[in-house]
Structures are given as structure tokens and as C-alpha cells.
């Protein structure tokens, strides 16, 4: 062998949404890169598309990152692919997207690597149905499918038609080394520092503003509990194409003054420590990091009954939840978690006892082991290389 480290190359479709900086996939990435063993692995990580132009990037968190800047249909990503683990001598490949999950294996059967197709979220109803044939037919040559969630994972089982013996449910996680409770001086201080009015309560949410979100119910909401408790505001925390129609909507209920937009913030944990109650109002997720970050935090959570937050998630044990599309719903639990100190902080440590499972570096561990286990099936003594 050219090194004794394992190489394991992560391939992605991009690095970005439309006018969003930092999504989840892009996230997960700065979490799981620094606390990899680098005794015994090399990472690298390959995005299909682009150069990714945001002013978050992953560069400045020493990941070594390729970009292929390829179309999504071109079949000379296969080439570039190729050539470029060759190049790495990538042992193991880590594919994240319908793309990366395509070239990738096709790559790692006709060069023998190991492959792991990365299943982040249900997307039953938005399967471009022109993948069936090339899925089943790679299905065969995924060593092993990692699935975030129990409904991911039957998505993935059915859609992408993995082999149930080979699919993993494979829970994400966050740093809880830095999503922890801040001190009511810390919290005090964040609170000053983001302008939040002396005697406010604050109702947030950390989010991409896309479709899947839901924010339009959590401002449709935010009237209503404005009638019971006018001293609230509701920052929205994040970027994407929606935030203009958001604040419109907001200016057309007459409440623009009261729900704001933060916009990207880097320092996640400060924002969260001056949420009183954390809200996911999510039409459809994987698991969403920040639901383990709030968690580690242990912050008030209120959310739809979204499949993936049930994953993880406790209803009146560690969250209180309402049905989807509903924003009275939804405003009937936040003004409830308002006014009852004790249930907020009731639920804000269940819901931190719980994050002890979702440490990161369990999810690390978990890799590192697979990887050796894939790296001596390919690679280990008398294989052929």
C-alpha cells in the first residue's frame, strides 16, 4: 500500500444552496472532519459542481476540498471522479446526494473501492423517478447505505432500493463540547449583544428559509401568540430565496416590528442561548443538527410532528409538538411553553439528557469503525488492491 492511513474521500452534488451560506450536509462537514483520528485516516472532500463562492467556507477549517464544477447530468464527472482517486488513492468513498451517489459508485465498482451512499433525509414524493433503474443497479455495489432516521431510512430501503441487510440507521449528532447551557450572565450578555428587549421573551428558530422549513406557519403563528404575549419576538435566524416573502408576510400581519431576521450567524450558540423557546416548524426533515444542538443545550423545543424530529424527538418528554400546516397548532403550544416556567424548564433537560446519545464523536467512532472494517475487505492482507 502507498500509506498506511486509510483514505476516505466524502463526494457531495455541491456545497451550497441558493443565497444560503451554511446547510446542513455543509455543516455536518466542519463537525466530523477535525475529530476524525488523523493518526489513521486522510479525508477528503469532493464537490461535483461549482467552486462554492459563499463567504462561509469550508477551506478555512483545513478541509481539502476539489471541486469538479461539472453539470449534475455530464457524464464526464465519471472521468474527473476517477481521476481524482486515483490521484488520493481513496480507499473508501463517502457519497452524500442523488449525483455523488451515482458517480461515485459507479467509480468504486469498476476501480474496487468501497462505497457508503449517505441517506440524510425522507424525500418520498420528490424522488426523480428516472434514478429507480440506475439505483437497482448500483444497489449491488453499495457496501453500505447510512440512513439518519427510521423514515430515512425506509425511504431509502424502498426508493433507493439499497439491500436491507446492508442499510444502517446511523443517528447524526453536534459538538457538545460547544452546544452546552450558557449561565444566565452569558445568556444576559447574548441578549444584549443581539438587541432583544429588556423583559422580552424570544421564540427562534435556526434555519434554512426554503420550503421544507415551514417559517410562513411559525409567522402565521407568531399573530396569534402576540395577542397573549406582546412582549415576544421571533427571530428568524438563517438565509435562503424565501426571506422576502417572509417579511412580507410578516409586514401584511403587522407584525414586522416583531419578527426578525437575523440573518446568517456564525456563532450558533450564542444565538440559541437567548431563545426562551426553540420552534421547528418543519413540513419535512432528515434529523436537523440544530435539533441536537438546541438539545445540548438544553433549550425548550416546540415542533411539528415532522418524521424526522419523532425520530429523535419525545412529545411532551423532551418537546412539545403539533401537527403540520397548522398555525394555530402550533401558537397553542408556544403560548403554553410561555406561560409555564416550570414545564420549559422541565422539558429544556429532558431534552439535555437526551443529547448524550447525539455527542458527534459518537457518530466519528461509528465511521472510523466502518471505514476499517471496508478498508480490510478491499484492501487487507491477500486482497487484491
Not at 455541491?14 to 450536509?25: D, I, P, T, Y
Not at 429507480?132 to 432500493?161: C, E, N, W
Not at 472510523?368 to 486482497?383: A, N, R, T
Request: charged share 25%; glycine share 8%.
Amino acid at each position: 500500500m502507498a500509506s498506511e492511513k486509510i483514505n476516505v474521500m466524502h463526494i457531495c452534488d455541491h456545497l451550497g444552496w441558493e443565497g444560503s451560506r451554511m446547510h446542513g450536509v455543509k455543516r455536518l462537514f466542519t463537525y466530523i472532519f477535525p475529530r476524525h483520528d488523523t493518526e489513521r485516516f486522510n479525508l477528503s472532500l469532493v464537490s461535483l459542481r461549482q467552486r462554492d463562492l459563499s463567504e462561509e467556507r469550508l477551506e478555512k477549517y483545513g478541509i481539502n476540498i476539489y471541486y469538479l464544477g461539472k453539470h449534475k447530468f455530464s457524464p464526464r464527472t465519471y472521468w474527473a471522479l476517477k481521476k481524482l482517486v486515483k490521484k488520493e488513492n481513496a480507499h473508501i468513498l463517502h457519497m452524500h446526494g442523488y449525483g455523488a451517489t451515482t458517480f461515485g459508485r459507479l467509480v468504486g465498482w469498476f476501480n474496487r473501492r468501497a462505497t457508503i451512499l449517505h441517506e440524510h433525509a425522507n424525500l418520498t414524493g420528490m424522488y426523480p423517478g428516472y434514478l429507480a433503474p440506475v439505483d437497482k443497479i448500483l444497489a449491488r455495489h453499495t457496501d453500505v447505505a447510512m440512513a439518519v432516521g427510521q423514515s430515512t431510512m425506509d425511504f431509502t430501503l424502498k426508493y433507493r432500493h439499497t439491500i436491507p441487510e446492508r442499510t444502517k440507521l446511523v443517528y447524526l449528532g453536534a459538538p457538545m463540547e460547544e452546544f452546552y447551557p450558557r449561565s444566565p450572565e452569558e445568556t444576559a450578555e447574548n441578549r444584549k449583544k443581539f438587541g432583544v428587549p429588556d423583559g422580552h421573551l424570544v421564540v427562534g428558530t435556526v434555519t434554512r428559509l426554503h420550503p421544507n422549513k415551514g417559517n410562513q406557519y411559525l409567522v402565521a403563528a407568531a399573530k396569534k401568540i402576540l395577542e397573549k404575549y406582546p412582549n415576544t419576538i421571533f427571530p428568524i435566524v438563517g438565509e435562503g430565496p424565501l426571506e422576502d416573502e417572509l417579511r412580507a408576510q410578516a409586514e401584511e400581519l403587522g407584525i414586522a416590528d416583531k419578527v426578525q431576521f437575523w440573518g446568517f450567524q456564525a456563532d450558533v450558540p450564542a444565538v440559541m442561548s437567548t431563545f426562551d423557546v426553540m420552534v421547528y416548524p418543519s413540513l419535512w426533515e432528515g434529523t436537523p443538527l440544530t435539533c441536537f444542538e438546541a438539545m445540548g443545550m438544553g433549550k425548550t423545543l416546540a415542533s411539528t410532528r415532522c418524521d424526522g424530529l419523532m425520530q429523535v424527538l419525545d412529545d411532551g418528554e423532551t418537546v412539545l409538538m403539533c401537527e403540520m400546516r397548522d398555525p394555530d397548532g402550533l401558537a397553542d403550544i408556544i403560548i403554553r411553553l410561555l406561560g409555564d416556567p416550570g414545564l420549559r424548564e422541565r422539558l429544556g433537560q429532558a431534552a439535555l439528557k437526551a443529547s448524550e446519545k447525539y455527542d458527534i464523536r459518537n457518530f466519528v467512532h461509528n465511521c472510523e469503525d466502518l471505514y476499517e472494517e471496508l478498508h480490510e475487505k478491499y484492501f487487507g492482507e491477500g486482497q487484491r488492491k
